[in-house]
């Protein structure tokens, strides 16, 4: 089984200074995405699963156009819900981020003021995962190992979602406990691709994380966090 894990391209989070909660992508970021669509085209995909999020639909859209499919949206891909802040300046949500960074590290598990918490959003992406896995035969054998049954060991599967969501799947897959800093945790650029393999056991699977963050199909002055 080959696992894809792509980010969507630079979101405009802040226009004419005040601040956008769902918020299109930049004109470099629909550059960045049809750069996507360019790598990925002569790639084989059985699925491609989309978050909900206008981000990554508009990511998707030419990646979808060159592979010929429709869109699938999976409402667990969704990234962290963080506090209701459109229409204000931005620099009270820069503010709110300087303030998180500076907490210590048991204190990030609360998330931002009026947001989902990181506790609850890495929980709610490890059960999003484990019930989408388990509804197409992909299950965890062992409660101590990573090591997984997986019924079409051949398949190739698809995701289009965020940094925070791709970092938690990717630690969902190889068996590693959440930190409430996994977008520090995993360094995933905007547009870029990571890729995991299923391994064979004597007794089943095991993910291996054979590529992250890969931005080689983007300019280097395309290359945003």
């Known amino acids: ?29 629909h550059r960045q995405a049809h750069k996507l669509a360019d790598r990925l085209e002569q790639e084989h995909f059985d699925h491609v699963y989309v978050s909900p999020l206008l981000r990554t639909r508009q990511t998707a859209a030419p990646i979808l156009d060159a592979q010929r499919r429709g869109e699938v949206i999976e409402p667990w891909l969704e990234e962290i819900r963080s506090p209701i802040w459109q229409g204000s300046p931005g620099e009270k949500a820069e503010a709110a981020y300087r303030e998180e960074r500076r907490r210590p590290a048991a204190e990030r598990w ?18 999003g995962a484990n019930q989408f896995l388990a509804e197409r035969g992909i299950f965890r054998i062992e409660h101590d190992l990573p090591v997984w049954h997986i019924e079409e060991p051949g398949d190739r599967l698809a995701f289009i979602a965020h940094a925070g969501t791709n970092s938690v799947f990717i630690c969902h897959l190889l068996g590693l406990a959440p930190t409430p800093w996994e977008w520090e945790r995993f360094v995933i ?3 870029t691709i990571s890729r995991l393999e299923a391994l064979t056991l004597g007794d089943g699977f095991t993910f ?11 300019e280097s002055s395309d290359h945003t966090y």
């Open 208 to 218: 291996s994380l054979t590529r992250l963050a890969d931005n080689s199909h983007l």
């Open 1 to 29: 089984m080959f696992i894809t894990l792509i980010r969507h391209a630079e979101p405009e989070w802040v226009r004419d200074g005040l601040s956008q909660d769902n918020p299109p992508l930049t004109a470099r970021g």
């Open 189 to 191: 650029g905007h547009a």
């Open 110 to 127: 609360k998330g931002l003021p009026g947001g989902e918490s990181v506790r609850d959003f890495t929980d709610r992406i490890h059960l």
